[in-house]
């Protein structure tokens, strides 16, 4: 056989390189819709991913003991199942994930084993063709060592590319679906290179190659869970109104309700944590016309529930510009009752050190935990500088009453920050394990009540947790949470 130029071997490398981390990234804004974004689906992404390209390099290592035209044909074949499972995949995950998270109990699990049924395959078959594509390159060269460093280089050069080009370009253009018909575009150019080189007739891989476009293209089109797609999540608007003429609506983020609002009554809540933060903001503020800052917008129904009732200034730190689009588009939001940066919560406010709050009033959430670097002490100490005298922090937090390490935590870090911390929640005897919704309180001074009646929409009686409770809560840990060490993942994680 004679051998192929080196340039284009090493390009060929570089394109599979490239295109498989490009579905590495997707598999993440993939699997979100069904299972969130947390630390846990991007280990069990990464571990799948990794999985199959060493299964795919052990079998592309035995391939590369073949003559070269052969291994050549046999990765050719290969790279056409690559586009095929790559093509396929958002069909596949729409077909398997309900079912999956339906009979595995764990939601752990769950996550390793959609994302294993889902991604596993197309790691395998681009694993595959570094081996044939290396030996092919050193066998015929005088200078192999030049040509196996050029080949190992490529490889990462175009892991490089794939990882840039998915995250700056391809999902924020083409989306989830229409990046994966790239990749299978991609696939299917090398495969027909390789087929080529290895002098195989290609009436069949052109069919094969038909169907991968077609099945990709039927998945670009297709309906997905999103009606938006933004650089950071998957946001859908649901109308759960009872009367057209009352509009009721609720933003799910990824797979998460993010809150719900109606456009004819701003002032009433339909969640547990806006009734709570709307009435403890008028309870804590040191006057009716009181200035907030807020960290997450989601619907803004809190914005726009405060600013009806005379508050401002509002500023709101909400880091998807999406998400503001949509909550003006379908949820009512007037873009002139508050000041919207798009950025980092944290990052607004430490660059903005002249800006001071007399509230604070933190509502972001990755999956159902607070983003790591918004529950620590650094930050809290942050928060504080940033809020006028008798000013206070209000923050929504989610737990679960069989574990509570998370609201321990947290409890526990801001009160090496404020001399008060209280914690809110629904004056109910709530379910074993069951999910809880808190606001945790912190300031200089106790609420001037211990509890309160607020729509939710239908009235909720609502009261701050005896303090002797919430010593003991404190007492079961001595973590306090740094820009360090903040396992929120883990503290929130389920064992059951």
Not at 214 to 240: K, N, Q
Request: a negative charge; aromatic letters at 8%; one cysteine or more.
């Amino acid at each position: 056989m004679r051998t192929p130029p080196l340039f284009l071997l090493v390009l060929l490398q570089a394109t599979v390189s490239a295109a498989s981390l490009v579905v590495e990234i997707v598999a993440g804004r993939m699997l979100a819709p069904y299972v969130g974004m947390s630390l846990y689906t991007w280990t069990a992404i990464i571990a799948v991913v990794l999985a199959g390209f060493s299964a795919g390099h052990w079998w592309g290592g035995r391939l590369a003991e073949r003559i070269g035209e052969d291994a050549l044909r046999r990765t050719g074949w290969i790279l056409l199942a690559a586009a095929l499972s790559t093509a396929g995949a958002s069909a596949l995950l729409a077909m398997t994930a309900g079912p999956i998270l339906n009979i595995v109990g764990h939601p752990v699990w769950s996550i390793v084993i959609i994302a294993m049924a889902v991604f596993f395959l197309p790691s395998l078959f681009a694993g595959v063709p570094a081996p044939v594509l290396t030996q092919i390159a050193i066998s015929g060269q005088a200078r192999s060592g030049r040509a196996l460093g050029a080949l190992f280089a490529s490889g990462a050069i175009g892991a490089i590319a794939g990882t840039l080009l998915a995250g700056f370009v391809f999902i924020s253009w083409l989306g989830s679906t229409g990046t994966l018909a790239v990749v299978t575009l991609a696939y299917i150019g090398t495969a027909l290179i390789c087929l080529r080189l290895g002098r195989a007739r290609l009436v069949w891989p052109l069919l094969l190659a038909l169907a991968a476009l077609g099945l990709a293209a039927r998945g670009a089109f297709a309906s997905g869970p999103c009606d938006v797609e933004s650089h950071y999540f998957c946001i859908r608007t649901v109308d759960v109104s009872a009367d057209p003429a009352f509009p009721v609506r609720l933003m799910v983020i990824d797979h998460l309700v993010h809150g719900i609002s109606a456009q004819n009554t701003p002032d009433v809540a339909f969640t547990e944590h806006a009734a709570m933060l709307q009435s403890l903001a008028a309870l804590r503020a040191p006057r009716p016309d009181f200035s907030a800052f807020f960290i997450g917008g989601g619907t803004y129904s809190v914005p726009r529930a405060l600013h009806a009732t005379g508050a401002g200034p509002l500023t709101v730190a909400e880091i998807d510009p999406m998400v503001t689009q949509v909550a003006m588009r379908d949820f009512w939001f007037d873009p002139a009752s508050a000041t919207v940066l798009h950025e980092d919560a944290r990052t607004a406010l430490r660059g903005r050190p002249a800006a001071t709050y007399d509230l604070i009033i933190g509502d972001a959430f990755t999956d159902i935990a607070v983003p790591a670097h918004l529950i620590t002490q650094e930050f809290f100490k942050l928060v504080k500088s940033r809020l006028n005298p008798q000013g206070s922090y209000l923050m929504n937090v989610v737990d679960f009453e069989d574990r509570l390490d998370t609201l321990s935590a947290f409890v526990r870090t801001l009160q090496t920050t404020f001399p008060t911390v209280e914690v809110w929640t629904q004056q109910i005897v709530p379910d074993p394990g069951a999910r809880m919704v808190f606001i945790v309180v912190a300031g200089d001074a106790p609420t001037r009540v211990d509890s309160f009646v607020a729509p939710a929409p239908d009235p909720m009686i609502f009261g701050a947790l005896a303090q002797s409770w919430v010593d003991q809560l404190v007492a079961r840990s001595d973590l306090i949470l740094t820009d360090d060490y903040a396992p929120v993942d883990r503290l929130m994680g389920r064992t059951d």
